[in-house]
Every structure is written in C-alpha cells, then in structure tokens.
C-alpha cells in the first residue's frame, strides 16, 4: 500500500469522486428509501411516517414490472441479434479506410435527442407511415403504432450503437493470427468462427448486454410513444406517480424494487457469464 | 531449377517461380527452391527479406500472385490452410487464451472428421505433453505460461496433429539467450526424433548454421544462396552470404586479373591481393567490384618480426592489436593493420600456448593463405 504519504495523496485524490459519489448517488438513494416507508400527503409529496403500506401496494403496479422484466431482456437480445453481424462486418470485414466512416454512422443518430427521434418514429409507424405504404401494395389493415412490435422497433433503434461498440471492441481486438492457427490446424472457417471467434467476443456481448438492459429497466419514452399506454414500463409508472399523480412515497417505493430487481439480475448475470473464472479472458472490454 | 522441372521424389516442399506481391512490394519474387523430405531447413535473411510471406504460403495464408508451392509433390494453389498437410508455429505463439494447455494441443485432433475418442484424445495429449516435456500441466491456463512453456505448447499443439511439414516462425526469439540456447538443442532432437521436415524462419544465423540441414538465404525477396550450412560458410558465392554467415573480413576493390579459379584485385590504395572464386559464384569480368573475404580462423598472427614464412601463409602485414577476448578454446583479436583496415583473427589455443599470446598495443604480423580468401562480388 505504499508509506503514509502516498496514502494520504491517494485518499486526496480519490476525495472529489468519493464526494460526488455520495452526494449525487447515495444519499438520493437514502432519500428515496426514506420516503418509500412513509404515506403520501393529501395534497401529494410525502409525510414521514414509518409503514410498509407502500410495498404492500407493490402489487397494484404487477404490470409494469412484467412489462419491464419482459422488454428489457428481449430489447436485448434483439440489439443483440442485430448489432452481432454489424459489429462483426465493422470489425472483420470492413477495410481500415472505411471503419472510421462507418462507425461514425452508427453513432450519427446519437447526434439529435432520443426524444426527437422517436417521436420520428410515430410517424413512420404511423397511419400514414409505413401501413399507408403497405396499403398501396394492397396490404391493408395493419396496425403498428402503440403495439408492443412498435415497442421494440423503438428499442433496437434506440439501443444498437450501445450494443454494437463492445462487441465491435472486442472482435477489432481479437489477434488474426488465432483465426490462422485455428484454420492450420484444420478448422473450418465457421468452426472457427464458433470456437474461437464467439468466446473470444462474449466479453463484448456481455457488456452489451448488461449496457442495454440497465438502461431499458428505466426507459419510459419509447413506450410512451411507440407503445401507446398499452406497454407500460416501470419507468412510465415513476413518471406518472412523481409527476403526475404526487405520490412520493409509494413511487419511492417502486423505485426502491427496481433498483433491488436490477441488483439482483445483474449480479445473477454476472455470476452466469463470468462466474468461477478468473483472469484477463473475462475483463470486460 | 526450373518450373518445369519433375517434381523430385523425395521433396517434401517446392517453390515453382513463386512471387508473392502486396502492392508495390515484391515480398516474395520469382524463388523456386525444394526441400527435401526430413530434412531441418532454415530461410535466413534480415528482417523484411521475405522468409515468414515464404512460410504463410506453404501454410496457405497468403496465395502466390506468380507460380505455386508444392507439398509431397501436390499443387496447392487454392487448397486453404486446413486442407494442407502442414502445420506452423507461430512466433507469436497464437495460442488460444479462453482454452487450457490440453484443450489447446487437443484442438487439430477434435477439428478432424473422425474425431477420436476422448480417452484416446487424453492418451494423445499427455504423450504430447510429455515430448515437450510438459507433463502435469493440462489444466493449466496458456497464460499462466512463461514464454518457453508456451512456446513448447505451440510446438506440441502443431506436432500432434503428425504434420509433412513443420512449418516454425522464429520460434525462439522471444526467449531469453540461454532457453534459446536449450530449445536449439531440442528441437534439433525433437526432429530427429519425429522425422517430419522443419522448415525454420530465423534472422540469427547462429540458430540457422547450427540447427539445419539446409538453408536458404534470402535478400528482399529473392534468394541468394542456397546449400548445407557448411557449403554457405566454405563457398559463399558473394559478398552478403560471407557477411550474414559468419564473421569475415573484407577487404574492397576491384578484379585487374582472371587466371582460372585464381583472382587478382587491386585495392584502392594500389596493393594487391589474391584469392579463389567460389563454387557456383557468378561470373567476374576485369574491373568488377569485388571483395576480398577471410575468415578469421584462417588468418594467422605471429610476433612483429615473423614474415610470411614464418607463419606458413602467402602474405604477411604488420599490424597492432586493438583488443583481446579470450574465448577459452580461442583467442579473439582485433588487429589495427594500416593497408587494410581492422581484421578479426581467431587464434587457436595450440598457436596461443606456442607464442605466448599478444596483449592490447603489441605490435604483430597477421596473414593468410591465398587459396583461403575468396575474391567475392559486391552485390
Ligand atoms: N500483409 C502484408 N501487406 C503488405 N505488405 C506486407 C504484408 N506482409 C508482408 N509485407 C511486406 O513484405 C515484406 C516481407 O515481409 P516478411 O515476409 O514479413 O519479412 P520477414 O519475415 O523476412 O521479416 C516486407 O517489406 C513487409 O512489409
Ligand atoms: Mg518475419
């Protein structure tokens, strides 16, 4: 650990993040704990109180829970089965003039808010979107807008760069020259790509997944728009009880749960894809 | 060698007028050479000479843009790696990170289409291990390895699978001098042992002059020499074979006189030296640039007031000595001598107990045989 001194200027250094840290992620935590074992005031926000009332109420949200447990990890695995070739194409594939442009482009929708951008899609999925062209080549009746298809059209949009940029890191850094040693010693390409290849790159895919999913557990705007009300996410449930309906403490309590569900799969992920193993074939990215 | 020539029995490997371009650069142009079937053969040449493109394409990672490569006798233009009867090591090692010592040697056996039987493939395995003499260490993972022992995993993870060929890219280069020194002597065994041809890519000629049958030297692309370790050191047929192989001292001018095998040269300072022509050289003409070579075990060093009688040579130069390395069975002097520059002499201790031996500043007279030196072209 060093001498005194160079403790001292570790624990100096580490002092901002340390506070930071505190302030903006622990002790709003503290307060949302706080808040969910208290009663809503009548005129809305929070009295203090200390009753389990509020997680007894969990039940009244089911809904919104399976929603979430449901798109989140098939939003996933979606952006996974997309942005696998993509990143696979970018990084094998692509000659290195044009990896650069390319990777710019997966990024280029990041450049206009998510809010604009999905509102873009209602459109597109609208009635006079994509079902007015369909009806023209005399396909009529579909209906896409506020359907859970919409839903995760919405995510894979949303979602893929978040997806493809680890996966496109770890495949980019896989050394060539195994490729070759597998093939010289008499693996088939495909063998290869599956022997050697995929494990290579599962660090990638599990960072991408982890990515993608953390953040569909708090989505709220893609099923607002895309899913019309009828797929409602947690997030849409925290925004209607802070926001609209002033129910601090029981949307505390909803909170409280997902951060505990997200603790609890992550961990339970991690545990699957990285667990009893050790050592630098593991290292995220 | 000519591309059309029968393809030799007993050739394991055959180059027919193979060029490997990338671009503008010539990596590989126009070699035909064959390699005979169990033999240790070694391309040899600085870096960016062309030697691990000449290997990729007996491996098949790269496809010639000229002529074909041959292996047992068969054109392997368009046959892919893991159909060519052939394996490599890596100089990297390339070994599989996310598999263990076994599951990595294993891997050839398990890629076959009749894949053998697990207890077969365990008995295979542990034999394996064994001939690196890796026993034990199976379950161990590639990068608990130090670089010897993964350098010996690659080794068993390409010969079990019973290659032609073995193809090795300088393979000890990453060790330190002393493990270098140890896996030579092993892998000279280790071929004997199995029979298979090794074909070694190597930039140290030492490794190259004490591991082969037969090497082949090369120069941006192209060869130069080719021939037993023995036929290159003894008849360098010019100038840069003399300097890769071996040490040699030099000496620069140009032919004034052809009398057989026997050439006069003629130095920039007017004196003139002697020397022979070497087998298979190229042709001289009067007036070429040339350069006369001695090795310094061939070059004699007595007291300051012996001549060329004394010493049993053909000539005779006064010289100081600028240092002295004792080398146990030789003694290593680097002499100061005014008509030719500095010259490197290997003493042998027999000559060094009889004079007493010459220390830094003594004066001394050095010479050579004439039928010793070779009169080599420059290029
Ligand atoms: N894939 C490649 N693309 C372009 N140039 C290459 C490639 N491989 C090798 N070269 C060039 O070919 C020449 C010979 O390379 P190489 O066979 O690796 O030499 P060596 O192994 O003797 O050091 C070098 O000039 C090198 O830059
Ligand atoms: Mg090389």
Redesign the interface.
């Known amino acids: 650990m060093g001498n005194k001194k160079g403790s001292w200027l570790t624990a100096a250094l580490l002092a901002p993040t340390t506070l930071w840290f505190l302030i903006m992620l622990v002790f709003p935590l503290i307060v949302v704990v706080i808040y969910s074992f208290g009663e809503r005031a009548p005129v809305g926000g929070y009295v203090a109180s200390l009753t389990l009332e509020q997680y007894a109420n969990l039940p009244s949200r089911l809904k919104a829970f399976t929603n979430t447990m449901t798109f989140a990890p098939l939003g996933a695995l979606m952006c996974l089965i997309i942005a696998y070739p993509l990143a696979y194409y970018l990084a094998v594939k692509v000659s290195q003039r044009w990896k650069l442009l390319l990777l710019v482009l997966v990024i280029l929708p990041f450049w206009t808010s998510m809010l604009i951008r999905t509102y873009a899609w209602i459109f597109i999925l609208g009635g006079r979107g994509i079902p007015t062209l369909l009806e023209i080549i005399g396909i009529e009746g579909v209906r896409l807008i506020n359907t859970p298809f919409a839903v995760v059209v919405g995510i894979v949009y949303g979602y893929l760069p978040l997806m493809v940029f680890p996966i496109y890191v770890s495949l980019d850094k896989l050394?060539k020259?195994?490729l070759?040693?597998?093939?010289?010693?008499?693996?088939?390409p495909f063998?290869s790509f599956v022997q050697?290849t995929l494990?290579?790159s599962m660090p990638g895919v599990a960072t991408g997944c982890m990515l993608v999913f953390i953040l569909l557990m708090g989505e709220f705007l893609i099923p607002a728009f895309l899913g019309g009300g009828k797929v409602f996410f947690i997030g849409n449930a925290l925004v209607d009880l802070f926001l609209q309906s002033r129910n601090w403490p029981f949307g505390s309590a909803v909170a409280v749960m997902l951060v505990i569900i997200m603790l609890v799969t992550v961990s339970l992920y991690m545990r699957f894809t990285m667990g009893g193993k050790s050592?630098?074939?593991t290292s995220i990215m | 060698m000519t591309a059309n020539s029968a393809h030799l029995q007993d050739a394991d490997i055959e180059f027919h007028g193979v060029s490997k371009h990338f671009g503008d650069v010539k990596a590989v142009d126009n070699v035909s050479l064959s390699v005979a079937r169990g033999s240790f053969f070694s391309f040899l040449g600085p870096s960016g000479c062309g030697k691990t493109t000449s290997l990729r394409l007996i491996a098949g990672f790269e496809q010639p843009t000229h002529g074909d490569v041959y292996i047992g006798g068969e054109a392997m233009i368009g046959v892919p790696p893991h159909k060519r009867p052939v394996n490599m090591v890596f100089q990297s090692y390339a070994l599989f990170p996310h598999m263990s010592v076994a599951d990595n040697i294993g891997y050839g056996l398990r890629q076959r289409s009749s894949k053998p039987s697990k207890t077969e493939l365990r008995k295979q395995i542990d034999e394996s291990l064994e001939m690196v003499r890796m026993s034990g260490y199976g379950n161990r993972r590639v990068w608990e390895m130090s670089g010897g022992q993964q350098q010996r995993v690659a080794l068993a993870r390409a010969l079990i699978n019973r290659p032609t060929v073995l193809l090795l890219d300088e393979p000890l280069a990453a060790l330190d001098r002393k493990l270098r020194r140890d896996m030579q002597i092993e892998l000279q065994t280790l071929q004997r042992d199995v029979g298979i041809t090794f074909i070694l890519v190597t930039h140290d000629q030492e490794e190259a002059l004490s591991m082969s049958s037969n090497i082949c030297i090369m120069r941006d692309g192209r060869i130069e020499q080719s021939g037993s370790p023995r036929e290159l050191y003894d008849q360098p047929i010019n100038r840069y074979v003399a300097d890769f192989v071996g040490k040699t001292n030099f000496v620069a001018g140009s032919v004034t006189q052809i009398n057989g095998q026997t050439v006069c040269m003629k130095t920039g300072n007017g004196r003139s030296f002697f020397g022979m022509k070497t087998a298979g050289s190229p042709e001289l003409d009067v007036g070429a640039r040339v350069s006369l070579a001695i090795r310094p075990e061939l070059t004699v060093v007595g007291s300051k007031a012996s001549n060329a009688e004394d010493l049993n040579t053909d000539t005779a130069f006064q010289g100081k000595i600028r240092n002295q390395i004792f080398l146990g069975e030789h003694t290593e002097y680097l002499i100061d001598v005014e008509e030719i520059g500095d010259v490197l002499v290997l003493s042998p201790k027999s000559i060094e107990s009889a004079s007493g031996g010459f220390d830094p500043g003594e004066y001394v007279t050095i010479g050579w045989k004439n039928d010793q030196a070779h009169v080599l072209k420059d290029s």
């Open positions: 050394d020259r195994l070759e040693a597998a093939s010289d010693l008499g693996s088939t063998r050697i494990p290579l050592g630098r074939d």
